[in-house]
């Protein structure tokens, strides 16, 4: 089993382990006794986790109190499931001596930790990923919220974890198309901060499509690696940690605007390509690159332009409601090339004119 120490200073320990293997989920109960002893436990999961059995297997025969998200997914990222959460807690009697335990993908992810940060002013929550997507990313780093009617991750708060467990073998029941998707975080870790990891991506892919634990612990070792060091270096976002974001900006005004009828990744994907074709714009790029990008994707079966309903338009809107706009309008980050992400005056994301963009998105139909 691998181990990586995540340095927050504002987590009460100043540190928290992301420890990554296979096969031990059914082991890992009687950890976290051992690890948070003095706790009362809560667990946050979704339907689809009864579904493959991994509630179970995790908790065996411990009666724990529980709240099962339903309908699973992102059409449950609101604060109404947030404030049902609170209640169900309230009712289970349960205090500050509350122990969260989010067990399942970015959703659930990102729901727990904002229940985390809010309930009697703050209770530590722990992560257990079962996806690609929040073994990549979502489960590390403390940024947790839900959705408003109007925008993606509208509601929030950092919130690091006091630990996270990548159990990799969890993601064999993971349904095709979500664990392609998810796949999409690991290329965006390797763009923006690895050209080696980007290489492994590349000449391994046979091996990760069919979900070979060695190739999967491997991945989730590069993700956990790069995603700590970006964390440590700016906790809550002030600069660096933006270039996290790279394909976000666009891919979450896809993602919202397509009623989220793509999966994250798939937003994600189409917005890494729209990112890629602003680096061209602006001489930042050549075709190459690109298309090695795209051939990955293609791999992975992610879209690489805009369904057609989507409209210039309703982007643009979504794009100027952005959580990090200012007057109406996100900075960008783009890449100088695989690993290396453009800087100007010491800032890691960029201004790119809404002339520059509305092009791209053009060119993306």
């Given at each position: 089993?691998?181990e990586i120490?995540?340095k927050i200073?504002a987590v ?8 990554i293997?296979?096969?031990?989920l059914?082991?890992l109960w009687q950890q ?9 436990k809560?667990i946050?999961?979704d339907?689809?986790l ?8 995790l908790?065996?025969?411990?009666d724990?109190?529980?709240f ?9 990222k609101?604060i109404?499931?947030?404030i049902a959460?609170?209640?169900a807690?309230?009712?289970a009697s349960l205090?500050?001596?509350?122990l969260v335990?989010g ?5 659930v992810g990102d729901?727990?930790?904002f ?5 009697k002013r703050g ?6 990923p079962t996806?690609?997507v929040?073994?990549a990313d979502?489960a590390?780093g403390?940024?947790?919220?839900v959705?408003?009617s109007?925008s993606k991750?509208?509601f929030?708060a ?14 064999k029941t ?11 975080e690991s ?5 923006i901060a690895?050209a080696?990891?980007?290489d492994?991506?590349?000449k ?5 499509l ?7 612990e491997k991945?989730?070792v590069h993700?956990?690696?790069?995603k700590a060091a970006v964390?440590e270096?700016d ?5 660096q ?6 394909g ?6 896809v993602?919202?605007v397509?009623g ?16 890629g074709l602003i680096?061209k714009?602006?001489g930042?790029?050549?075709e190459t690159?690109?298309?090695?990008v ?10 690489v332009?805009?369904?057609?309903k ?6 643009l809107e979504t794009?100027?409601r952005?959580?990090k ?5 996100p900075p ?5 090339k ?5 800087r100007?005056n ?20």
């Amino acid at each position: 089993m691998s181990e990586i120490t995540v340095k927050i200073p504002a987590v009460p320990a100043g540190s928290y382990k992301i420890k990554i293997g296979s096969g031990f989920l059914a082991k890992l109960w009687q950890q976290i006794n051992s690890d948070f002893n003095r706790r009362n436990k809560f667990i946050i999961t979704d339907e689809n986790l009864d579904k493959t059995g991994h509630l179970q297997t995790l908790l065996g025969k411990n009666d724990v109190p529980k709240f099962v998200i339903k309908p699973a997914g992102e059409i449950s990222k609101n604060i109404n499931t947030v404030i049902a959460i609170m209640e169900a807690m309230e009712k289970a009697s349960l205090g500050r001596d509350t122990l969260v335990v989010g067990l399942g993908g970015g959703t659930v992810g990102d729901i727990a930790g904002f229940a985390a940060a809010i309930f009697k002013r703050g209770v530590p929550v722990i992560h257990i990923p079962t996806t690609t997507v929040a073994q990549a990313d979502s489960a590390i780093g403390g940024k947790t919220g839900v959705d408003s009617s109007l925008s993606k991750n509208a509601f929030g708060a950092f919130r690091h974890p006091a630990a996270v467990y990548i159990d990799v073998a969890t993601l064999k029941t993971l349904g095709d198309r979500e664990y392609r998707a998810g796949l999409v975080e690991s290329v965006k870790h390797a763009l923006i901060a690895d050209a080696k990891y980007f290489d492994f991506i590349e000449k391994n892919i046979g091996a990760i499509l069919a979900r070979e634990n060695d190739a999967l612990e491997k991945l989730a070792v590069h993700n956990c690696e790069i995603k700590a060091a970006v964390v440590e270096a700016d906790p809550t976002e002030k600069n660096q940690r933006r270039i996290l974001n790279y394909g976000h900006t666009i891919g979450h005004a896809v993602e919202s605007v397509s009623g989220y009828e793509l999966l994250h990744g798939e937003a994600v994907a189409i917005g890494i390509i729209a990112a890629g074709l602003i680096e061209k714009e602006l001489g930042l790029a050549d075709e190459t690159r690109l298309e090695r990008v795209r051939r990955v994707f293609s791999r992975l079966s992610m879209p690489v332009s805009l369904p057609s309903k989507i409209s210039r338009k309703s982007l643009l809107e979504t794009i100027s409601r952005d959580k990090k706009a200012v007057n109406k309008w996100p900075p960008f980050v783009l890449t100088e090339k695989i690993g290396q992400v453009h800087r100007q005056n010491g800032n890691w994301a960029v201004e790119v004119k809404q002339e520059v963009v509305e092009k791209i998105l053009d060119l993306l139909k």
